[in-house]
C-alpha cells in the first residue's frame, strides 16, 4: 500500500463501489443482537467495535479497487489518497466551521448552557460515541475512503454533492430504531428526514473541506465539532436572555460564513492531490 496508486473506475462502478461501503457500514451496526436502544452503554459498544472494524477493512477495500498502471490520473501513496497528511491543514476548516456556529455559541454562553452539558463526562458512552468515535469512522470512510472511488469518475462538482447522499442517507436506519421504538408514523418519517437533509448538507461541506485540503483531519474535526453543538436551537433564541444579540449573531456567522469560505477554501492555500485531478 505504500507503492504509488490512481483509480480510474469509470461512474456507475464508482457509484456502485461507495453505495456497497455505505451499506456495509450502517449494517455492521445491526450485526448484534437488537437488546436495547440506541442510547444504551452496551448497544453503544457493540457498534462502535462494528465501526472500527469497517473502518480499519474498508481502506483494504478500496486498494484493491486501485490501479499501479499508467492512467491520466496521478498516482499517489494509500495513504495520500485517504487524507493521512498534514493535520494543521485542519485550521483554516475549523475556524470557518466556529464562524458559521457564532449564534449557537453566543446563545450557549449567554443563557449559561454548557455547549457538552448532556454529557456527563468525558467518559460517557454517548460523549465517546458521538463526539470521537462517530465522527472518526464516518469521515474516514465516507470521505476518506469514498472520495478516492468518486472524485476521478465523477470530478470535483458531482462528487461534492453526490457522496454527501450516501452520508445522509446512511442516517436513514434511524427511521427503523424509532419504529422499533413503537413511535408515531410521523416522528418515524419526519425525524430521520430531518436528520438526513442536516446530515447531508454537512457532508456538502465535510466533503469539500476533504477534497481541497486533502486531509482527513479537516473533515473529522469538522464532525467534531458539529456534533458538539448539534442542530441550532433557533426556536429559543426570541426567549433568550439577550435575543437581539443572539439574533445578530446568527446573521453575521451565517453571512461572514458565506463570504470567507471561497477564500478560505481555495486550493492555493493547501496542497491537496484532488486539486491537482
Known amino acids: ?16 463501489s461507495a453505495f456497497f461501503l455505505s451499506v456495509v457500514y450502517v449494517s455492521s451496526l ?11 452503554p452496551t448497544v453503544i459498544k457493540r457498534r462502535v467495535i462494528s465501526a472500527l472494524l ?19 490520473v496521478p498516482r499517489y501513496t494509500m495513504l495520500e489518497w485517504l487524507g493521512f497528511r498534514d493535520p494543521a491543514s485542519a485550521l ?8 458559521l456556529f457564532l449564534g449557537p455559541l453566543l446563545q450557549s454562553t449567554l443563557d449559561g448552557q454548557g455547549v ?30 469514498m472520495a478516492p472511488l ?6 470535483w462538482t458531482p462528487t461534492i454533492f453526490f457522496l454527501p447522499l450516501y452520508f445522509g442517507v446512511a442516517h436513514l436506519h434511524h427511521g427503523y430504531e424509532l419504529y422499533s421504538a413503537g413511535k408515531s408514523w410521523k416522528v418515524v418519517i419526519l425525524i430521520p428526514l430531518i436528520q438526513t ?24 474535526l469538522c464532525h467534531v465539532f458539529c456534533n458538539c453543538m448539534g442542530l441550532p ?15 445578530l449573531a446568527y446573521v453575521v456567522g451565517l453571512v461572514g460564513f458565506i463570504y470567507v469560505l471561497p477564500f478560505v477554501l481555495a486550493c492555493h492555500n493547501f496542497d491537496s492531490l484532488y486539486c491537482r485531478l
Open 92 to 99: 483554516l476548516p475549523v475556524a470557518l466551521t466556529v464562524l
Open 233 to 247: 436551537d433557533f426556536g429559543a433564541v426570541p426567549s433568550s436572555t439577550h435575543p437581539r444579540v443572539i439574533a
Open 197 to 220: 437533509s442536516y446530515t447531508s448538507l454537512f457532508g456538502m461541506y465535510s466533503t469539500l473541506v476533504f477534497l481541497v485540503t486533502g486531509s482527513l483531519a479537516g473533515s473529522v
Open 54 to 72: 469497517v473502518t480499519a477493512l474498508s481502506p483494504l477495500y478500496v486498494w484493491v479497487l486501485s490501479s499501479t498502471r499508467a492512467t491520466s
Open 150 to 155: 468518486l472524485a476521478p469518475a465523477f470530478g
Open 30 to 40: 445491526y450485526l448484534w443482537p437488537q437488546e436495547h436502544n440506541r442510547n444504551h
Open 1 to 16: 500500500m505504500i507503492e504509488g496508486v490512481s483509480f480510474s473506475l469509470s461512474i456507475v462502478p464508482a457509484a456502485i
Open 116 to 145: 457538552l452539558s448532556e454529557y456527563k463526562s468525558f467518559r460517557d458512552p454517548l460523549f465517546l460515541r458521538n463526539i470521537v468515535f462517530a465522527p472518526f469512522t464516518e469521515e474516514a470512510v465516507f470521505r476518506g475512503c
